[in-house]
């Protein structure tokens, strides 16, 4: 049964009126399916106005799993001695590169670990040969970094920069992420926001210890820092993490977390992730049809791809090829040609 006060708080997050972390608790925690079904078609709405029909495609190439940090959650964690680590050679990326736009893909993500190896010179080398040789825009997500570097990726022609703050919860941050503050995080986004960076952030679902007022917090976060881009995902335990045995974050939990943000923000990117397609086969779609505008199709070499093993299921993730475009055009969407830049909406 769907109740008024339901409607009536998605009713006014759509038109506007600032959510408190009380009511975005409300709106999380419904365990009512036509509810829920409610949340996620005014989300499909407010995409359909602020961002259209097209679905962007970034293409991701992940050219190092080394990892210097030790995330809790993550395969690549430096303590992993089951990974086998590889690293991409320049021409190895710079080829990978030339593949995406000659498959047609306007923009690619250049991800990694932390990985020292890929200093700032090497990583601005790069870019000015990808740029040098194609049009492509281009997005870094290799972690924290001193300001310098990214001041001197940005001189060099990078575009975008993903760094996704996971969770805003002070403790769950620095339980997950040893040695490291949210605060720094929280620093590094706004260094990206000050060079004239596109930026990316986001969060992962079903953290262990992760509640709603986490998740509220989260949401509240990607108001006010007003990112282009939020990556909206479920955790998945990783065998070889400390974390292994955990629960899953929920495909539904996960789709509530996007319909909401698509409402709040309105004309921010927002992916279909990799993982909610890894929990259900229809995720993606799913994803879709609640906000999403996004997909990000993994590019990386079939040789390297294998290892970069974040959460199990990742790498055996087709690369998507038609079925990407079946599924596109099977919600009455069309996949974009263009870059994909934020286009901020007349209408806010
Ligand atoms: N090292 C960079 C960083 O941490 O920002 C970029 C690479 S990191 C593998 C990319 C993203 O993977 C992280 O931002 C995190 O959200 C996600 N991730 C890591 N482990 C995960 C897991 N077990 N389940 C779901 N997502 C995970
Ligand atoms: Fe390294 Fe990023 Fe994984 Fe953390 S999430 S272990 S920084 S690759």
Not at 277 to 305: E, F, H, Q, W
């Amino acid at each position: 049964m769907v109740r008024d006060e339901y409607l009536v708080k998605i009713r006014s997050a759509r038109e506007g009126q600032k959510l408190s972390s009380e009511d975005i608790r409300f709106l999380l925690s419904t365990s009512e399916r036509e509810e829920e079904i409610a949340l996620f078609e005014a989300a499909d709405a407010v995409r359909k106005v602020y961002v259209g029909d097209e679905v962007y495609l970034r293409g991701i190439v992940e050219f190092s799993n080394c990892c210097a940090q030790n995330c809790l959650y993550c395969g690549l964690r430096r303590d992993n001695r089951a990974l086998v680590r590889y690293r991409m050679s320049s021409a190895e990326i710079i080829a990978a590169a030339k593949n995406a736009r000659s498959q047609g893909f306007g923009t690619i993500i250049l991800q990694s670990g932390e990985d020292p190896w890929f200093s700032r010179e090497r990583i601005v080398d790069l870019i000015r040969a990808i740029k040098e040789e194609t049009d492509l825009t281009i997005t870094l997500s290799v972690g924290e970094r001193p300001y310098a570097d990214y001041l001197a990726w940005k001189k060099a022609g990078a575009d975008r920069y993903l760094l996704k703050h996971e969770t805003t919860s002070p403790n769950l941050f620095r339980g997950l992420r040893p040695g490291r503050e949210l605060g720094e995080r929280l620093e590094a986004l706004r260094w990206l926001r000050d060079l004239a960076y596109e930026v990316g952030s986001g969060n992962m679902v079903g953290l262990p210890g992760q509640t709603d007022e986490d998740l509220a917090g989260d949401i509240q976060a990607f108001i006010q820092y007003d990112f282009d881009m939020i990556g909206i995902g479920p955790f998945i335990a990783h065998p070889h993490t400390p974390l292994a045995g955990a629960a899953n974050g929920r495909l539904n939990r996960t789709l509530r977390v996007l319909a909401i943000t698509r409402i709040v923000t309105r004309d921010t990117n927002l992916p279909a992730t990799t993982a909610a397609g890894v929990l259900d086969p229809k995720g993606r779609r799913l994803a879709l049809s609640a906000g999403a505008n996004v997909i990000m199709p993994d590019i990386t070499p079939p040789l390297y791809r294998q290892h970069y093993q974040i959460y199990p299921g990742k790498a055996q993730t087709p690369a998507d090829g038609h079925g990407l475009a079946e599924m596109v055009s099977s919600l009455g969407r069309r996949i974009s040609q263009g870059p994909g830049s934020r286009v901020r909406s007349q209408y806010i």
